[in-house]
């Protein structure tokens, strides 16, 4: 009541002034920003990650540090490999204060460079190997980079950046820089770690730098909350172009913790992941909520008690995510944390609960050293319950953008709030709740999230009108959810005589840009719909038509197979056998749980085979069998194709007859030929796997009673 009487008399006094000026006063400035803000510690903050790995090398040298793909490595060993690339480093001319792009794939050799890096002064710039060739080369150009690490290959697209080529064994590649002392190198905490590249609106990507202050501080807040121990086993399966790596890579190994490893195409296999968290221990893990939908839906989660903590980040949790997880894991916990790349890393953090009933769980409060301001277009706070953006305040904010002032100052401006600090705006919209935790609402623009990744529509706009400005006049590319998953789908205006097809622009599109932000569906409009007001109107869209060229049916019983699996998964009542799988509205989460269906048949195929092969025709014609097996749906009764682990053994010259496993079953008293045959006969009937055998091209299940057992039951004794 006080607040609105006071903004009456305030309207009475000034009718000129704006709305927008009116200062509702909605409570003291001090303390809404003690509401805003993690907790201050009193921590020294000037370290480097880098001291803190390198003073567990010295008290656990023997400790193994590394697991996984990249095999067992002790700290020590870890310490001396790093110090070895620091010196290799040196030798190609890289000085302190240098950026280093990494173009390697997740394993042994990424982390050996990241560690040497820091230990040179230097940071790090991480590239996906898989991204565009021309993705690759805008990263390498915008950070200036020193010097490319790299395997073999084409380096054409590197300019005229030096490469330092790395192969085979580290220890033996290192060898000849080994036995040097670690270099001394003075440290500051305002020292760039690393730059990692996001979306940009203007068609190229951007580089945001951060550095180790923020990084230290936000390291040293999960290993507090999470409560690290030495013993915890840490999952790194995090693409290392996600700022989600960083921690991954770096939490486990400044605690003294084990780092595991995955293959590089790991994270997208939720039964290989299944298997690592059960062979190796691990205790915490991180999953992008939509991935971690995914994995709950295939993985019951047994044989998986060491799992303590799951971080997941990067989009909206669901809160029927966080139901099935515990569900799964009630002995675990679960934290849904935010943060842009803008920030290292993370700067808000929610403690879930088994039973809290949120449709969507909030991203919480802030963590140390940070504040988290919800502001009005003045910049001013904005009441508990009423929308705002979202700005961010405190040692995690970044640098900015490199090479890019005028993009950083448009972004990072100065803290009305702070003591000479600058904020990031982030375009977040959000809301405080009564309990001072912040709910996420969207967008203040068009920037979006798919899985995880930050998109900006307009960079993917840009590029289509760069790569196809002779057939487009105007192109909007939207975000659509038709069968239950965002995806993006593009709209272009044709000029008068020209004709664009669908595969033909995912196909250029997908050379230019890394494939989340590739739309699964191109839509030619007359047209595109407007507002009153003279913007898109989205709502106006047309519906993608998913139906394809001619159809083709399948022709062999795998392309059968196939076809219906992606009718299953894109909601086609009818596909054929040249149907191209994002053509159908298909993306990199259903390519997923296509692997997953595709070997519950036997096929081998992985997530990169239906990339490159994204037809029922292609991926049959991958197995090598197409024409050869004959597979018949009758409720486990016929022929099955070899599952993968079958096709390799009989790749192996020699005969593979006798290969099986045999048992001697003790009989009980009073037992016969006739009642033991008759005992195996409804055991046989009832389990189709029982009565199986390999024919040399196929397993064959007969029909229940075609097994004849009084010529196979061997009665010797009281054995069987």
């Not at 299944?274 to 989660?301: A, C, K, W």
């Not at 569900?327 to 916990?333: D, L």
């Not at 100052?409 to 600090?421: C, I, K, N, V």
């Not at 593009?490 to 230019?512: F, N, P, S, T």
């Amino acid at each position: 009541k006080e607040h609105f009487l006071q903004t009456l008399s305030v309207l009475v006094d000034c009718p000129t002034l704006p709305l927008g000026h009116l200062d509702f006063g909605f409570g003291d400035v001090a303390d809404l920003l003690a509401l805003s803000s993690g907790m201050v510690t009193d921590h020294h903050f000037d370290g480097h990650v880098i001291e803190l790995f390198e003073s567990v090398c010295l008290s656990r040298p023997e400790t193994v540090s590394l697991r996984g793909v990249c095999g067992d490595w002790s700290y020590g060993s870890l310490n001396a490999a790093a110090d070895s690339f620091s010196h290799y480093l040196s030798s190609h001319g890289v000085v302190p204060g240098c950026l280093v792009a990494v173009v390697l794939p997740r394993g042994i050799w990424s982390i050996v460079s990241m560690l040497g890096i820091w230990k040179l002064g230097c940071a790090y710039v991480p590239l996906d190997p898989d991204l565009p060739v021309e993705r690759i080369s805008q990263g390498i150009e915008n950070s200036q980079a020193s010097l490319v690490l790299t395997f073999e290959g084409d380096f054409s697209h590197f300019g005229d950046v030096p490469v330092g080529v790395l192969s085979g064994d580290v220890s033996e590649f290192l060898s000849s820089y080994s036995g040097f002392p670690s270099l001394d190198i003075a440290r500051d905490s305002s020292d760039l770690a690393y730059v990692i590249y996001t979306s940009g609106s203007t068609g190229r990507p951007k580089g945001v730098g951060n550095s180790h202050l923020g990084l230290f501080n936000r390291l040293k807040w999960q290993e507090s909350v999470l409560g690290m121990v030495c013993e915890d086993v840490v999952l790194q399966k995090t693409s290392v172009g996600f700022d989600v790596a960083v921690w991954e890579w770096f939490l486990p190994l400044m605690t003294g913790g084990c780092l595991v490893v995955t293959r590089p195409d790991g994270h997208r296999d939720p039964e290989y992941l299944g298997r690592m968290i059960s062979d190796y221990g691990v205790t915490i893990m991180h999953f992008v909520p939509s991935m971690l939908e995914l994995f709950l839906e295939v993985v019951d989660g047994s044989g998986h008690e060491s799992v303590r903590h799951v971080v997941t980040s990067g989009e909206a949790l669901g809160g029927f995510v966080q139901e099935r997880f515990y569900n799964r894991y009630p002995h675990a916990q679960l934290w849904n944390l935010y943060g842009p790349t803008e920030a290292a890393i993370d700067v808000s953090y929610w403690c879930c609960r088994a039973s809290d009933g949120s449709l969507v769980p909030p991203i919480g409060e802030a963590i140390w050293n940070t504040r988290l301001y919800v502001l009005d277009d003045c910049l001013r706070f904005v009441p508990e319950g009423v929308v705002g953006e979202l700005y961010i305040s405190g040692v995690g904010v970044a640098r900015g953008y490199h090479g890019r002032g005028g993009l950083t100052s448009e972004r990072f401006l100065a803290d009305p709030y702070g003591s000479g600090e600058r904020m990031y705006r982030t375009g977040d919209l959000v809301m405080r709740r009564g309990d001072g935790a912040l709910l996420y609402l969207g967008r203040a623009d068009d920037q979006v999230k798919i899985r995880g990744f930050r998109i900006e529509l307009g960079e993917i706009e840009s590029v289509s009108l760069a790569q196809f400005g002779e057939e487009l006049s105007q192109v909007a590319v939207v975000v659509r959810e038709d069968g239950g998953q965002p995806h993006l789908v593009a709209y272009g205006v044709c000029r008068d005589g020209c004709l664009l097809e669908a595969v033909d622009y995912r196909e250029v599109l997908g050379r230019h840009l890394p494939d989340y932000m590739v739309p699964v569906a191109f839509v030619a409009v007359d047209e595109l719909p407007l507002t009153a007001n003279g913007k898109l109107d989205r709502r106006a869209l047309p519906a993608p038509d998913y139906v394809l060229e001619d159809f083709a049916p399948p022709e062999t019983p795998l392309e059968v197979i196939l076809c219906d699996l992606f009718g299953e998964l894109t909601g086609r009542d009818e596909v054929g056998a040249t149907a191209n799988f994002f053509s159908l509205g298909g993306d990199s989460i259903q390519v997923i749980r296509l692997v997953g269906r595709g070997r519950q048949h036997g096929f081998g195929f992985g997530v990169r085979d239906v990339f490159r092969h994204p037809t029922p025709r292609a991926l049959a014609a991958l197995t090598g069998q197409g024409e050869d097996v004959v597979i018949k749906d009758v409720g486990g009764v016929g022929f099955f194709a070899p599952p993968p682990i079958h096709r390799h053994f009989l790749g192996f010259s020699g005969s593979w007859y006798g290969f099986n496993q045999a048992v001697c079953l003790g009989l009980p008293d009073g037992c016969d030929r006739e009642l033991a045959t008759s005992h195996l006969s409804r055991l046989f009937d009832h389990h189709d796997a029982l009565r199986m055998y390999f024919d040399g091209e196929c397993f064959v299940v007969p029909e229940v009673g075609e097994i004849s057992f009084p010529a196979a039951v061997v009665l010797s004794g009281d054995r069987i």
